[in-house]
């Protein structure tokens, strides 16, 4: 059964490859490391998450994204230094093996900068994460570490919830920065005329 930790125990979990859920500024996530492939690909079990519908990746800071061999182009730097860290999932192409793992079909991967101590202090220490909101795909979100014990509750899924702050409650918005364009894949946080100005 999900248990709450401590976040020493939960860097050490998702170090060892377990699955864990974190708190962040948006949504509670289920978090795994994207150095252990075999948790990735539970992550995507837990969540009764289609292995095409791709997972973001949540990092500390841009240094992490270039080590993962991502080229990071001029749009999602103006993007990333106007609203990082917040709740704007950045979309960029990414090395075919990297896509893959996180279930994305076109080479591309979201990433994002948190605006949360607790959870920054994670991937300092456990390295990049791939992350989805804590809920079976599809339901409703949990924003408290109680609720991800309610929804797990009767399963053996999860390898611990850290517990947090609540956060801002509104998942983040995704944005897509391809070649000489972009859009929003996903409304959230921020809005489109807010990404236009930064933009501009």
Same mark, same amino acid.
């Given at each position: 059964m999900s248990e709450l930790v401590e976040r020493d125990e939960a860097v050490r979990r998702l170090k060892g490859g377990g699955v864990v859920a974190v708190p962040t500024d948006t949504v509670y996530g289920v @978090? @795994? =490391?994207l150095a252990h492939p075999v948790a990735v690909k539970r992550l995507f079990e837990i969540k009764r998450r289609p292995t095409t519908t791709a997972l973001p990746i949540l990092v500390d800071s841009r240094d992490a994204i270039e080590g993962l061999g991502v080229n990071w182009p001029p749009r999602a730097q103006r993007l990333s230094e106007r609203f990082w860290p917040g709740a704007l999932t950045i979309v960029v192409a990414v090395p075919h093996e990297l896509a893959a793992l996180v279930g994305s079909t076109s080479d591309t @991967?979201?990433? $994002?900068?948190p605006n949360h101590q607790l959870v920054r202090g994670v991937l300092i220490d456990a390295g990049p994460l791939v992350v989805s909101s804590a809920n079976e795909h599809g339901a409703p979100p949990c924003r408290r570490a109680s609720e991800v014990l309610d929804v797990f509750a $009767? +399963?053996? /899924? &999860? /390898?611990?919830v850290l517990d947090g702050a609540e956060g801002g409650g509104e998942v983040s918005t995704v944005v897509e920065v391809v070649e000489d =364009?972009? +859009? #929003? #894949?996903?409304?959230? @946080? &921020? =809005?489109v005329e807010e990404l236009a100005l930064a933009l501009e």
């Open positions: @978090a @795994a =490391s @991967a979201g990433f $994002r900068i $009767r +399963r053996d /899924d &999860l /390898d611990g =364009s972009w +859009r #929003v #894949v996903r409304q959230g @946080a &921020l =809005s």
